[in-house]
C-alpha cells in the first residue's frame, strides 16, 4: 500500500528505504525537482516537499 502523507524536508537530497511501508525496498537517493521542490519515490511513492523555510544554497 502506497504511502499519501507528504514529508516535508530540509534538504534538496533525501533518501526513501520505504521504512513506512511493511516490505520496504533498497535505499534510494532522490533530488527533488528544482522548480516543484518536490520528488516522489519510484518504489513505494513516498512524496518529499521542500519545507518552504528551508535555507538551501544554490550552489553544488
Same mark, same amino acid.
Given at each position: 500500500?502506497?504511502?499519501?502523507?507528504?514529508?516535508?524536508? /530540509?534538504?534538496t /537530497?533525501?533518501?526513501?528505504?520505504?521504512?513506512?511501508?511493511?516490505?520496504?525496498?533498497?535505499?534510494?537517493?532522490? /533530488?527533488?525537482?528544482?522548480? /516543484?521542490?518536490?520528488?516522489t519515490?519510484?518504489?513505494?511513492?513516498?512524496?518529499?516537499?521542500?519545507?518552504?523555510?528551508?535555507?538551501?544554497?544554490?550552489?553544488?
Amino acid at each position: 500500500m502506497a504511502n499519501t502523507d507528504i514529508k516535508i524536508v /530540509t534538504k534538496t /537530497t533525501v533518501s526513501c528505504n520505504g521504512n513506512t511501508s511493511s516490505s520496504g525496498h533498497p535505499n534510494v537517493f532522490l /533530488t527533488l525537482d528544482a522548480h /516543484t521542490h518536490e520528488v516522489t519515490c519510484p518504489y513505494c511513492s513516498q512524496k518529499f516537499k521542500l519545507d518552504p523555510n528551508a535555507k538551501v544554497s544554490a550552489g553544488h
